[in-house]
């Protein structure tokens, strides 16, 4: 049965409980928990951590703890009965622990272990605090530990301030919040100090200063390091000033064995000392300890004659010193024990050893030395601060370590009125003695006794030093062979005062003998009494005393036979007539000299003060004895305080009229010497007196008639000085005058009281009279006016024991009202007049409601004066800040709503006032005072205070400037935060009496201000204040945590919801005066309501509404707010401000508003618009906000920014995000997009002299300047992009502008750009990039990629492989889709994000400059790819039934067409896709192509080995020759033969005809160029290779005769030279090699891309069935199963060979395996498309490198051999299924890798279609380092470069420039049976960064990294120059080749062919020719005119592989079995440092 708990309410979980059973309550160790029942061992309740959660536990994992609990019930509350520093801790601790785990994962290490040290801390000194085991004092001490360290903590975790008073958290609602401001202050001033203050309530007005803190030097001698004294030793540690060269304190004594350890072995580790007493003057004075070494032994250290061996002499050793100024920063930061060596030093002549320590310290080394480096003392020293009690109980362990106190000589600064002490210091100073007829001087030791009267010796009163037993008898050290001895040793003699009077000393000299005996023979001494005849001490100075003769048998048993004798001169002087026949001679030239030093509370030195304590002995010398008090020295006093009082009342008795003046006066010095800080301690006893001893009944009226008489004097005075002193005495005299009242009341049962009173009364006339006088002019009237004041409010506590408080309240008002006003008195008086009225308020008198109610007012009247004039701020707000602490403490009172009152009219106005001033200046701790004050005041303040208030306004003008400084004062608080960030406390108070007085004030507000006197200013005013308070930080709930949350909402609640539903309601009473706030709060209300609170948002949504429909009533329109409302939108959320939620909010609540109104379909657009416009700002905010990349941060700004322009027309803010756009791009380097960016601006503002205004960082300037400077920056960056040819039409535009204004010296400098441009263009390096589709797939991405496709410009050298890793890394969520074909609904709904990647080529769309015949391949270069707006990509498949033969007859090929938004580079290096198109190519085609792509890279190659002639390098020609004519062998073209030119083919397709013809024609024509090529290779075959020339036109011969059937007129043909007269060679010649369907639809890295032109294929026929593995990356392993026989089928088309198997090796899964490079023929095993992402190592191609696990397995791939029988494929390793069907997932990847683009060509596409320049992959080490080329937006308009224009030519001529440095060789090319008209010049070619150059300028791309991918010619033309030449899989460098295009309109007619070397014509055509001339470079030999026929070049890659085996020895290898060579290229040691000379110097000139 559960019943209800009585007593088990409250307990802390001790074990974790999971929760496991029906209704368990999960809890963790360490939650508290609120028990509510309980049954059989278990208990019902909540954890504190979630109230709301009930459930049961188990009682035994529950610690119980007390608790009270109140409205017990169902809803009752539990508060642990426990220390709240306790309760602190414990929730501290709990908020610390996560977000001390939070330091670690910021690497903040540093403060992690430092708070780990201090929750420790806490922890034990939480343990410590419940253990209940302290006493009061530790209980405080550790309160205050934790204190301190938890402040610590939550300053540097960032956490709130807390305020506290005496260790404990205070309730705001329980201070004022003066207090509370004081409070913070303090606890911020102890945290920054580190130490907690006792109290932090700041002291009060009337506390005096605080007493000085003593400092004391704790030393401990560790050891004496010496070797070579072998005796004992005593140590003397002292505190010497060497400024005044004197010792100040007692000597420190260590007796030290021969061996260095003490001598009394108990002492062992306690020989330490504690110099006491040193003030803070002390440790600024320039002090040194010092150590004095006397040995005790003989006589001389090293002669062991001097003097027997038993007897001991006090020598001195040597002395050393440490300065404590040196070593005193280092202790004040240590506060422990730091140790120190001290040299021993000797002195050099034992004369000057008085001076041993000077001359150390000066450093005079001629007079000390160090007997050896091992010499010295090792000491500790300490610096402990505070009194000896506090010393005491911190460090406890010192002082039981038997501690010698070493006191200062003299009194400390500050005398304990308990501190008993009578020591005299006595100082041997130095002696004058004769040498008595001896040859050498003495050796004089002095003995020292002290005799009692009765000449007894008296026991212990001699110390040598403190830490050794006081002794009877002195014997001084011995100093050799001196009869002036100087010994300068202090000696301390503790003489009881009773023994003092009649006491003396007696010094005896004896002479030291060193001979044998040794005796110590007497022959002299000398005598002094410690006190005079006159009872006074012996005065502190030197006494010179008389030396009196003696020997060893003289007695001084009759000390009465001496001391009758003069002492000294002065005693002498005093007895003039001694008799000369005494027992004892005085010796008149020996003297001998001491000095004394009296430190006594009992005796005194003083004639005058004993004269005034015996003045009955002189009654007629009363008057000058108490004049002469005045000298007597403060000392002196105090000791005998008691009797000078006692002294002085009796004198005042005696007779009042002859001494009252002279005893009042005595009295005020004595009063007036215990206000010195030194004496300051003393009071205590003088109250003590006056409580206990005074007995003066009869003194008041001689008091009260001195002081009155004073005080009326002070007008007539000139020297006030005695009343001024007077005045400073108040306090005592006054506490004198009532007792004595006291005591004669008592006596006389209250007679004379109304004569009291009346003296009183009349004295506080007096009082009042001294303070009304004009004091302006009388400099010492001032100062007795500032004496008074000071002293006045102390009176109060005595008036009132004798009157009422009404009374004294009265004569208060009276004296307080007395004082001028603050215009008549200078400023001192004023800071001296608000100083006494802030004690008077601070007094006790000031506490009962009676007196102020008579006070205040007048108090408050000088307040209210100083405020009006700003005078004396802190002191005003230090007495409002205890007025209103006192209110508040009494505010249960009646009263005090009359004292609120009072104070609401005299100070709110000027309060309010006082703070704007401040404001203004920023001063913050005055604002901070004053602010508190304010607040207290409006806390105070009820409903009737407020009525009140408003009132007494007499008009509305006054009430609206009321309002307006209030709201005004207010919103300064909110906006300059008075309060620091974590004074959570404080901000939150201030919050909550805002939101109070606002509610207040509104209704006055709207009663007054809104129908016919509506005032704009209040209400707007009002507003502001609203929307900052409902933004204030303090107040966001939703940034704190949980715990911190609960607590604010239980005391304040939500303010924001309170402040909204005040401002909808205001507003909402504002009626027709809305539309005066419209636009203007627009942004502010939108403010507020991107407050993450729902209810605030639903409150204040709805007021936009509003705005529209009172705009729409007066305008017609909302034009205002919609403009309003974006442009403050943009700025907010991109602050951070605003969240989807709010998005839907928004558009919810407007649009549910919207469509009740008849303007509905505006207003549903507009909002519609807005949240449009919301979600791109979201986009882009997280963009920004968070490490994204860049091209994220671009695209959403991109799309912002189109918005901006395109749906709302908001120009400015368009603007402005066109310079954000255009500094992410400079940011990223992207130069080119950059210029494109801010050419948007520039092209909004045209060349006109319109001034514009300052905007952004443009400065005010007129409209031409302005698009000056952005052409000039847009030129900038253009050429910092490379992109000179976007550059140079605005370079032109300017020209023109200059030139019209005639400003020559800019036109020079633009066409000396402009040209700069044109060389820049002909000579500099510029890589082509890649392009990629991007497809984004699903809901997660952002809006403005949500499905959506885009073509994206790559970076420099970046492949496809490492573009999507970027991708994958800026999406880190997407899933990457591995196949091309469109995604269904299902993706693009899903909520996650789909990533599908490939690579598209670009279609030109200015191909004219590309068709014209003389153009550079350089300036070509940039037009294939730049202003490119439409891309391509192929899918090959197959339609209709397969021939298992021959299956190139149904192979088609997919192709798709993207249009962009915009043209690439433009603004963004990615934009939409705007349109699809897809069409089929047929097999046809797909051959044409193929061929005719192969015969342009053959011609190409040719031509280049014809022209650069170079010798010993003809590996690329061979390999392409033998891919060529090898595969013909084995099949080659003899495919396509089968598959077109069969007659079944040709009756089933009647319309292929021409196609077929043409592709006879082809096929006709690579018989031709081979032939040329063979003729070629011959001329600069090595010796070596030429068995491989010979096997080459063997094979020639063979292929030829295979194609004679076909074509008989073959026959004519020779390998050398040949001729044809069939027009269709020229046309092929002068069009492009590829269909216009094919230009305009092979993708870039389609396999027809790929494999053709970026390998050399040895083969004829090949790899139709290339993969779309180029654009596709695998996402696969290289562990998967083989392919099954379909994917082989696939790949045999794609490689019509018979020796097709393994063919595929080199299509990788995700780069997992290399591909193996060969140079066979068609049957090669190792070939594979270029474009391929994996088939060369990423090293080689420059993309990043690969995990290590792939290019582990890349490279086993490259070592296992290949089988001849089975396709070795790492992809499809020969899986192959029974029914020939691939499994799913392989029959996707093969979709991915083979599927998607088979070449094949359309005879549908226009001639200038055909003319797509080859565009090397930016995969590709080509061109020099790449800039970014951005993309050109449709807004730019088209920057097109001027092309070069084409020189004309014959027809039938041509030129050819082949040079390395992109010119031609010579004038006169060499002669070629020309094909077509053109110039090629090709470009350099790169080091690649991975691998060595070529030697070749460029190459064709026949060849790949060794002689043969295996790609047949056929497919190598097929898949090759459609439109760019490929990126490489091998480490050659890939360059941009030259196409040509024919005209697009102009078909030109068929030409003949000519392949005759003895074609006369054409050579002298062509030598007639001019050419520019260029030099060549060294590596270059000119054309021999006699060398064989050239080919006119074609389109090419130059590619340089090389073989890495002899070529013939490699070719017969692959004649026998295919075989995969790594892939190297080769250049000759010559070009290699050429081509890196060239690189820097290029490189350089780039940078210039």
């Not at 009082?767 to 010492?780: G, M």
């Not at 005879?1803 to 080509?1822: F, Y």
């Amino acid at each position: 049965m559960w019943t209800p708990t009585e007593e088990e309410k409250y307990g802390v979980v001790i074990c974790s409980f999971r929760g496991s059973v029906p209704q368990g309550l999960v809890l963790e160790i360490g939650e508290t928990v609120q028990i509510l029942e309980k049954c059989e061992g278990w208990y019902r309740g909540v954890s504190t951590k979630k109230p709301n959660i009930k459930g049961i536990f188990p009682a035994n994992y529950i610690h119980l703890k007390k608790a009270i609990v109140s409205n017990r019930g169902q809803y009752e509350t539990v508060v642990p009965l426990e220390d709240s520093v306790v309760t602190e801790v414990t929730a501290t601790l709990q908020e610390w622990a996560s977000l001390w785990k939070q330091l670690y994962v910021k690497h903040k290490v540093d403060l992690f272990y430092k708070l780990r040290h201090v929750m420790n801390e806490l922890i034990d000194l939480r343990r410590q605090l419940l253990s209940g085991h302290l006493t009061q004092d530790q209980v405080r001490e550790v309160k205050r530990h934790i204190t301190v360290r938890l402040d610590w903590g939550n300053e540097h975790l960032g956490l709130d301030l807390v305020p506290r008073k005496d260790f404990e958290v205070v309730d705001s609602d329980q201070i004022s919040v003066s207090d509370l401001y004081k409070m913070h202050l303090s606890s911020r001033q102890s945290v920054q100090q580190s130490t907690s203050q006792v109290d932090t309530m700041r002291p009060r007005h009337g506390e005096t200063c605080r007493m000085p803190v003593p400092h004391h030097f704790f030393l401990s001698l560790k050891s004496f390091t010496y070797n070579t004294i072998g005796e004992d030793s005593d140590v003397f540690f002292s505190l010497y000033d060497m400024r005044e060269g004197k010792q100040i304190s007692e000597r420190f004594l260590v007796r030290l064995n021969k061996n260095g350890g003490p001598r009394n072995p108990e002492k062992i580790e306690r020989m330490c000392a504690l110099f006491t007493d040193l003030s803070s003057k002390d440790m600024k004075r320039d002090l040194y300890i010092v150590a004095h070494v006397i040995r005790i032994g003989r006589m001389l250290l090293n002669d062991s004659k001097k003097g027997p061996a038993h007897l001991h002499y006090r020598r001195p050793y040597g002395c050393a010193v440490l300065s404590i100024l040196d070593v005193l920063q280092s202790l004040t930061e240590l506060k422990e024990e730091k140790d120190f060596v001290l040299k021993v030093y000797t002195c050099n002549n034992e004369s000057e050893w008085a001076q041993i320590h000077e001359n150390i310290i000066r450093k005079s080394s001629a007079k000390y030395s160090a007997p050896s480096a091992s010499h010295g003392l090792i000491i500790s020293l300490q610096l402990l601060r505070g009194d000896m009690e506090q010393i005491r109980r911190e460090n406890p362990i010192i002082f039981n370590r038997g501690l010698a106190i070493t006191r200062k000589l003299g009194f400390p600064d500050v005398i304990m009125p308990g501190d008993i002490r009578n020591d005299l210091y006595l100082t041997l100073e130095k002696g004058d003695f004769e040498r008595g007829g001896k040859s050498v001087q003495k050796n004089i030791e002095v003995t020292m006794y002290v005799l009692y009267a009765d000449g007894e010796i008296l026991k212990d009163c001699i110390s040598l030093g403190s830490g050794e037993p006081n002794r009877s008898s002195y014997h001084s050290f011995v100093l050799y062979h001196s009869n002036s001895p100087r010994w300068g040793e202090i000696i301390k003699l503790p003489i009881p005062i009773d023994r003092f009077r009649g006491s003396h000393l007696r010094f005896e000299f004896r002479h030291c003998s060193t001979k044998d005996k040794g005796e110590k023979k007497l022959f002299g001494f000398a005598f002094s009494p410690l006190m005079r005849d006159d009872g006074t001490t012996l005065s502190d100075d030197i006494h010179e005393l008389y030396v009196y003769k003696c020997d060893e048998n003289s007695t001084f048993n009759n000390h009465a036979l001496y001391l009758g004798l003069p002492c000294c001169k002065e005693d002498y002087n005093g007895c003039p007539n001694i008799p000369s026949s005494l027992i004892f001679q005085r010796s008149t030239k020996e003297s001998f000299s001491i000095s004394t030093q009296l430190s006594s509370t009992k005796l005194t030195q003083n004639v005058d003060l004993l004269a005034l304590l015996k003045w009955k002995a002189f009654p007629d010398r009363i008057m000058d004895i108490l004049g002469r008090l005045r000298h007597v020295s403060g000392e002196e006093i105090v000791k005998f305080l008691q009797d000078i009082l006692d002294t002085l009342f009796v004198i005042l008795d005696e007779n009042t009229e002859k001494y009252g003046l002279l005893v009042f006066q005595s009295l005020v010095f004595i009063i007036n010497l215990l206000r010195d800080i030194k004496y300051f301690h003393f009071r205590p006893v003088m109250d003590t007196y006056i409580q206990k001893h005074f007995a003066g009944a009869l003194a008041y009226k001689e008091l009260i008639r001195c002081l009155k008489w004073y005080m009326d004097c002070s007008a007539e005075l000139i020297r006030q000085d005695h009343i001024q002193e007077a005045m400073r005495a108040l306090e005592y005299l006054f506490k004198f005058i009532v007792q004595s009242r006291i005591l004669y009341s008592r006596a006389t049962c209250g007679m004379e009281e109304e004569q009291f009173r009346s003296s009183i009364q009349e004295l506080f006339q007096s009082i009042r009279f001294v303070l009304s006088l004009d004091s302006r002019n009388s400099e010492t009237l001032l100062f007795t006016q500032a004496a008074l004041l000071n002293s006045f409010p102390t009176i109060f506590d005595e008036l009132l024991q004798m009157f009422t408080v009404q009374e004294v309240a009265e004569f208060v008002r009276g004296t307080l009202g007395s004082m001028p006003s603050t215009v008549h008195i200078g400023q001192s008086m004023d800071v001296v007049k608000l100083q006494s009225i802030a004690r008077t308020v601070d007094s006790r008198l000031f506490s009962f409601s009676e007196s102020r109610r008579i006070l205040l007012p007048v108090v408050l009247h000088h307040i209210h004066l100083h405020l009006r004039q700003q005078k004396e701020l802190l002191i005003c707000s230090g007495i409002l800040g205890s007025i209103f602490s006192i209110v508040k403490t009494s505010s249960l009172e009646a009263d005090v709503i009359e004292e609120v009152e009072m104070m609401v009219e005299s100070l709110l106005d000027v309060l309010l006032q006082t703070l704007l001033t401040i404001m203004s200046k920023s001063h913050a701790q005055e604002a901070g005072e004053y602010v508190s004050c304010l607040l207290s005041l409006l806390r105070q303040m009820c409903d009737t205070h407020y009525q009140h208030l408003l009132d007494n306004f007499q008009s509305k003008d006054e009430l609206k400037e009321f309002l307006l400084k209030i709201f005004c004062v207010f919103r300064n608080l909110m906006k300059m935060s008075v309060f620091p960030r974590d004074w959570m406390v404080m901000r939150l108070l201030t919050s909550n009496i805002i939101v109070t007085t606002v509610q207040y004030l509104s209704s006055a507000l709207h009663k007054n201000f809104t129908e016919t006197d509506f005032d704009f200013k209040v209400w707007n005013s009002y507003f502001s204040l609203a929307v900052l308070f409902i933004n204030q930080p303090s107040l966001q709930l939703e940034i704190i945590t949980s715990a911190k949350k609960k607590k604010i909402l239980d005391k304040y609640g939500d303010m924001r919801v309170m402040m909204a539903y005040e401002l909808f309601s205001m507003w909402q009473n504002l009626g027709e005066h809305k539309i005066h706030f419209i636009p203007g709060m627009i942004g502010p209300f939108l403010g507020v309501t991107l407050v993450p609170q729902p209810e605030v948002r639903n409150i204040m949504i709805p007021i936009f509404h509003d705005m529209m429909d009172w705009e729409q009533r007066k305008n017609g329109n909302f034009k205002q707010v919609e403009a309003e409302l974006i442009d403050k939108l943009d700025s907010m959320v991109s602050e951070g401000r605003g969240d989807e939620s709010y998005r839907e909010l928004f558009g919810l609540l407007l649009l549910e508003k919207v469509e009740q109104e008849t303007w509905r379909e505006t207003g549903i657009s507009f909002v519609t618009s807005v949240t449009r416009l919301m979600e791109r700002l979201l986009d882009y905010r997280d963009c920004m906000k968070g490490e994204e990349t860049e091209n994220k941060k671009i695209g959403c700004t991109v799309n912002l920014m189109n918005f901006y322009k395109s749906e709302i027309n908001k120009e400015e803010m368009y603007i402005r995000y066109i310079h954000k756009l255009c500094d992410m791009h400079l940011q990223a380097e992207n130069y080119t997009e950059a210029a494109f960016t801010l050419l948007l601006y520039c092209e909004l503002l045209q060349w006109e002299d319109r001034p514009l205004r300052e905007f952004l960082h443009y400065p005010s300037q007129t409209e031409w300047q302005r698009k000056e400077g952005l052409c000039r920056k847009i030129i900038h960056y253009f050429n910092k992009g490379k992109s000179w040819e976007f550059g140079i039409p605005l370079c032109r535009e300017l020209a023109c502008q200059y030139e019209s204004l005639y400003d020559y010296q800019s036109l020079s400098w633009i066409r000396k750009m402009e040209a700069s441009y044109y060389d820049n263009i002909m000579e500099q390096q510029r890589l082509e990039p890649e392009f990629f589709r991007v497809g984004f797939y699903g809901r997660k991405f952002p809006f403005f990629l949500r499905n959506k496709e885009y073509v994206c410009r790559g970076h420099d050298y970046e492949r496809l492989e490492a573009f999507q890793q970027r991708m994958l890394s800026e999406f880190p969520q997407a899933i990457a889709m591995q196949h091309p074909n469109h995604p269904d609904d299902a993706i693009l709904q899903c909520d996650a994000q789909y990533l599908q990647i490939y690579a598209v080529t670009p279609i030109p769309d200015y191909v004219d400059v590309l068709q014209m015949d003389r153009v550079p391949d350089r300036v070509k270069s940039f037009y294939r790819v730049n202003n490119v707006r439409k891309f391509r990509y192929d899918r090959p498949f197959h339609k209709g039934p397969k021939d298992k033969e021959n299956e190139f007859k149904s192979l088609w090929i997919e192709r798709t067409t993207l249009t962009l938004t915009h043209s690439l580079p433009g603004i963004s290096r990615w934009f939409e896709v705007e349109r699809r198109e897809l069409v089929e190519v047929s097999p046809l085609e797909n051959a044409i192509q193929v061929v005719e792509n192969k015969n342009q890279e053959l011609r190409a190659l040719i031509s280049q080995y014809q022209h650069k002639q170079v010798h010993g390098n003809i590996n690329l020609l061979s390999m392409c020759l033998n891919g060529v004519i090898d595969a013909a062998v084995n099949g080659g073209i003899a495919r396509y033969q089968e598959a077109f030119f069969d007659k079944d083919y040709i009756v089933k397709h009647p319309g292929d005809a021409e196609k077929i013809t043409q592709l006879k024609e082809l096929m006709q024509e690579q018989v031709h160029v081979l032939g040329v090529g063979l003729a070629v290779h011959e001329k600069f075959v090595h010796p070596e290779m030429r068995p491989l020339h010979k096997k080459l036109i063997d094979q020639f011969q063979m292929m030829r005769a295979s194609l004679y059937h076909e074509f008989p007129s073959l026959d004519k043909l020779s390998p050398a030279c040949s001729g044809s007269s069939t027009p269709r060679g020229n046309i092929l010649a002068s069009h492009s090699p590829m269909s216009p369907e094919s230009i305009k639809m092979t993708h870039r890295h389609s396999p027809m891309n790929l494999m053709g032109t970026g390998r050399h294929s040895s083969s004829s026929l090949s790899s139709h069935a290339s993969s779309e593995a180029g654009n596709m990356v695998m996402l696969g392993d290289s562990s998967m199963g083989e392919a099954p026989e379909d994917l082989y089928h696939h790949m045999q088309l794609a490689y019509p060979n018979p020796r097709y198997q393994g063919s595929v090796t080199n299509v990788s899964v995700l780069s997992s395996t290399q591909a193996s490079p060969s140079s066979s023929s068609l049957s090669s095993t190792h070939s594979a498309p270029s474009q391929m992402i994996t088939s060369a190592p990423s090293s080689a191609r420059g993309s990043p490198s690969l995990p290590d696990k792939y290019r582990h397995a890349r490279e086993m791939m490259l070592l296992l051999p290949t089988h001849r029988d089975r396709p070795s494929s790492a992809m499809y390793p020969a899986a192959i299924l029974e029914n020939g069907q691939l499994p799913n997932f392989q029959r996707a990847l093969f979709q991915q890798v083979v599927g998607a683009c088979k070449p094949c060509s359309d005879p549908n596409l226009s001639v200038a279609e055909k003319a797509v320049p080859a565009a090397p992959s930016s995969w590709s080490l080509d061109s020099g380092a790449r800039e970014a080329q951005p993309f050109l937006s449709a807004q730019v308009g088209h920057i097109l470069a001027p092309p070069v224009p084409p020189r004309s030519l014959l027809h039938g001529h041509y030129s050819l420039h082949f040079d390395a440095f992109h010119h031609p060789l010579g004038d006169t090319p060499p002669a070629l049976p020309a094909r077509t008209l053109r110039k090629s010049p090709l470009h350099p070619i790169p080091a690649s960064p991975t691998s060595p150059q070529s030697g070749l300028d460029g190459s064709n791309s026949t060849l790949s990294g060794s002689a043969s991918s295996g790609v047949s010619s056929l497919s190598e033309s097929n898949f090759g120059h459609s439109s760019e030449a490929p990126p490489r899989t091998d480490t050659m460098d890939s360059m941009p080749s030259q196409a040509w295009n024919a005209d697009e309109d102009l078909e030109p007619p068929y030409l003949p062919v000519h392949y005759s070397l003895s074609e006369s014509a054409v050579l002298d055509s062509i030598k007639a020719q001019p050419c520019r001339s260029h030099s060549a470079p060294g590596c270059v030999i000119p054309q021999d005119p006699m060398d064989p026929p050239a080919l006119p070049p074609k389109p090419y890659h130059p590619r340089l592989p090389a073989l890495e085996h002899d070529e013939g020895v490699l070719l017969r290898e692959e004649a026998d079995r295919p075989r995969g060579l790594h892939r190297k290229a080769s250049l000759p040691p010559g070009s290699i440092k050429e081509e890196q000379a060239r690189m820097a110097w290029e490189h350089g000139r780039g940078e210039q």
